[in-house]
């Protein structure tokens, strides 16, 4: 949910959701946030069906969380949403071609 630099490590992280002070984590807590991630690097990759179940395994047993259902619905969207002809082209194009969008100029 937000990009944080370090300029003494000289590193960019990327931070969705603080879970828990440090040292005060679970190993529960840890493997649902590493079912989280990987996930979010399914989604990134479109692999929505992958990134549907290491979201399902992210979930906290009767706990709402609201990062992890926005995650969810977009990856059940691109499971279940049919890609459009000129997306598809565009897509092709873009991801998988060489042209660039005209805006990145």
């Not at 995650?71 to 565009?90: I, N, W, Y």
Request: glycine share 8%; aromatic share 10%; hydrophobic share 35%.
């Amino acid at each position: 949910m937000e990009m944080v630099y370090d300029p003494v490590g000289c590193q960019l992280n990327e931070i969705y959701q603080l879970l828990a002070a440090s040292g005060q984590f679970s190993a529960e807590e840890r493997e649902r946030r590493d079912h989280f991630w990987r996930g979010v690097v399914f989604l990134r990759e479109k692999r929505g069906e992958e990134a549907l179940e290491a979201f399902s395994r992210a979930r906290i047993p009767g706990g709402e969380d609201g990062p992890l259902s926005y995650f969810m619905a977009t990856a059940q969207d691109r499971v279940t949403l049919p890609e459009s002809r000129p997306l598809r082209l565009v897509r092709e194009l873009t991801e998988e071609g060489h042209a660039r969008f005209i805006e990145k100029f």
